[in-house]
């Protein structure tokens, strides 16, 4: 069981920065690869990046590469979206997910365990 928590959305404006933090419990948070995820009201949940269990492989989304830069740290159990050059249409509630695959998955449904999300507002 793993259970995952989501910190530092907020109000930004159009062309700053948050990082938003996603703190896990138990000891096994490093056998699990993790992603971040999207949803903005009416839309489906849209995948964003994803990480290797030892942090080593990361992947994005077109809509984010170049902008936002997923990372982790086993010591922490903690996984970050750093979120730069930020547009309205970022706006949206964000989700950390674990997969206990190696890589992770670009698919909600691979996802075991999800976090119950972050506001995130941008401002133009």
């Known amino acids: 069981q793993v259970q995952l928590v989501e910190s530092g959305g907020g109000l930004v404006q159009a062309g700053g920065s948050l990082r938003l933090s996603c703190a896990a419990s138990?000891?096994?948070?490093?056998?699990?690869?993790m992603g971040w995820f999207r949803q903005a009201p009416g839309k489906e949940r849209e995948f964003l990046a994803r990480?290797?269990?030892?942090?080593?492989?990361?992947y994005y989304a077109d809509s984010v590469k170049g902008r936002f830069t997923i990372s982790r740290d086993n010591a922490k159990n903690t996984v970050y979206l750093q979120m730069n050059s930020m547009k309205p249409e970022d706006m949206a509630v964000y989700y950390c997910?674990?997969?206990?695959?190696?890589?992770?998955?670009?698919?909600?449904?691979?996802?075991?365990?999800w976090g119950q999300g972050t506001q995130v507002t941008v401002s133009s």
């Open positions: 997910a674990a997969d206990s695959s190696n890589y992770g998955s670009t698919k909600p449904y691979d996802y075991e365990y």
């Open positions: 138990g000891r096994t948070f490093s056998t699990y690869a």
């Open positions: 990480i290797s269990r030892s942090g080593g492989t990361t």
